[in-house]
């Protein structure tokens, strides 16, 4: 098993475990210090082939490329993604020595460290929305650690805003997909040279169509040209 995977399956399957125990008990505070200190050395042992400009790509499952989950670690995602890990790790040292007061702060924590290493890794933009949503929804708990007054109006408003932002997110990568056919962000970069930035709408089949075109516009609002059809990207001609 490579670095790359154990930096994802370590800190995913340990924190499913610690939510299910009382964090507040010393040992099992302690045993999600020792999971997020082992997904940081993960991190480290990637960075080693990683940082001098080289990349990791990774398809779990021996699945072909492009229907497995394509995790990919490149110099500025491991930098991130150990950033957060350390960030992650010293708040969990700290809480430890002061004395956890939620039940499931360990586990949490955990599982946004999985989220955050994901996002940063991974190699597909519907999986970095999957392990984004994974982040943000422990760290809408995680808000409201203390109880007060103060933590859960801060909460509210942390969890509305971010849930709007996830709504918008998700109308972008449908939006991607739309005009590349993929979602493997190695392939989109290289079709998107190819998109023309004309909307598709304007074309006299796609102007005709009863449903709604991925921009809202029709031909004789926008001015465009029939001939754009033909200027569609060359995956969606062939």
Do not use: K, Q
Request: some cysteine; proline content about 5%; hydrophobic content about 50%.
């Amino acid at each position: 098993m490579t670095a790359l995977s154990l930096a994802l399956l370590v800190p995913w399957a340990a924190g499913i475990v610690l939510a299910l125990l009382d964090g507040r008990r010393p040992l099992v505070g302690w045993l999600a210090v020792g999971v997020l200190a082992t997904n940081l050395g993960a991190l480290v042992a990637l960075a080693v082939p990683v940082l001098p400009d080289s990349s990791v790509v990774v398809t779990t499952g021996d699945w072909p490329a492009g229907i497995g989950i394509t995790l990919r670690a490149d110099a500025l995602g491991v930098l991130f993604a150990l950033l957060s890990s350390l960030a992650l790790l010293a708040a969990m040292l700290h809480e430890v020595l002061d004395g956890v007061r939620e039940r499931v702060f360990p586990g949490l924590v955990t599982l946004l460290a999985a989220g955050l290493t994901g996002v940063f890794l991974t190699g597909d933009l519907f999986n970095f929305y999957v392990f984004f949503e994974l982040a943000m929804t422990a760290g809408y708990v995680l808000a409201t650690y203390g109880g007060g007054r103060r933590e859960l109006g801060a909460a509210l408003v942390f969890t509305t805003v971010n849930l709007l932002g996830t709504f918008i997110f998700l109308l972008s990568v449908a939006g991607v997909y739309h005009v590349t056919g993929t979602l493997e962000m190695s392939g989109i970069a290289a079709r998107m040279d190819d998109v023309d930035p004309t909307p598709l709408c304007c074309s006299p089949s796609a102007s005709s169509s009863p449903l709604p075109s991925s921009s809202g516009c029709s031909r004789s609002i926008s001015g465009c040209r029939p001939s754009t059809a033909a200027r569609a990207p060359r995956w969606l001609r062939s």
